[in-house]
């Protein structure tokens, strides 16, 4: 199956600041997602971006496909951004989808 | 919009009990997956099936076993719990493109 690491794996920012994070993957994929866990534990949809950018408020995401990566980009940090962020993959349809360990951010007042 | 639907939210059990975790995917949604995460992990796929048929398996341990049902709602029952079970459990349906998780079950094996 594919391998998928996420940078980096730990994010302390004060509140207002920006932040990346980056996602690699060991083959191509052609269905990547990010979410958001938040502290109840829920995994929330940020995107659904297999190539190319999209963007939602403050988030936006760009994915590469051709070189295996997509970032991230979090604007203006709010404190209830704090929680970790996955990003997974698969390879076809159907397939299982593989998560990354993911980067537990924190946002400071 | 309807979202996935997972049953009970928080389960606490004895060793060695059995424990029945389950899940209503989104309508027209032809893919389940069930996911187990530990704490301070990442979700582990452990099973998915697609239009009621199993598509693909991962780390299941044999005291797990799942199945999907012909209203399409799906199982995951688990015997001879150990304590190193207790997790949170996921559920997910997809169409062939983006993946929506339900709230989870909480399983705590005392």
């Known amino acids: 199956g594919i391998q998928v690491e996420q940078s980096p794996p730990d994010l302390i920012l004060q509140e207002g600041a920006n932040s990346t994070l980056r996602c690699n993957f060991s083959d191509s994929v052609n269905n990547l997602q990010w979410f958001h866990q938040n502290p109840w534990g829920q995994l929330i949809n940020l995107f659904y971006?297999?190539?190319g950018t999209k963007q939602n408020g403050r988030l936006s995401a760009t994915t590469v496909a051709t070189e295996r990566y997509s970032l991230l980009y979090i604007s203006s940090s709010q404190t209830t951004d704090s929680g970790v962020y996955f990003c997974?993959?698969?390879?076809?349809?159907?397939?299982?989808?593989?998560f990354g360990e993911g980067t537990q951010l924190t946002v400071n007042p | 919009a309807a979202g996935v639907i997972q049953s009970p939210r928080h389960l606490i059990k004895e060793k060695r009990e059995t424990a029945t975790l389950k899940c209503y995917p989104i309508p027209r949604h032809d893919t389940v997956y069930w996911y187990q995460q530990g704490p301070g992990q990442d979700p582990q796929f452990l099973i998915s099936?697609?239009?009621?048929?199993?598509?693909d398996k991962g780390s299941i341990p044999d005291r797990f076993s799942a199945q999907q049902f012909s209203d399409y709602h799906s199982e995951l029952n688990m015997s001879s719990l150990e304590l190193g079970d207790s997790a949170l459990y996921f559920c997910?349906?997809?169409?062939?493109?983006?993946?929506?998780f339900g709230q989870g079950t909480r399983l705590t094996v005392v």
């Open positions: 099936f697609y239009e009621k048929m199993q598509s």
């Open positions: 997974a993959g698969r390879k076809t349809s159907g397939s299982r989808l593989t």
């Open positions: 971006i297999p190539s």
């Open positions: 997910a349906s997809s169409p062939y493109t983006e993946a929506f």
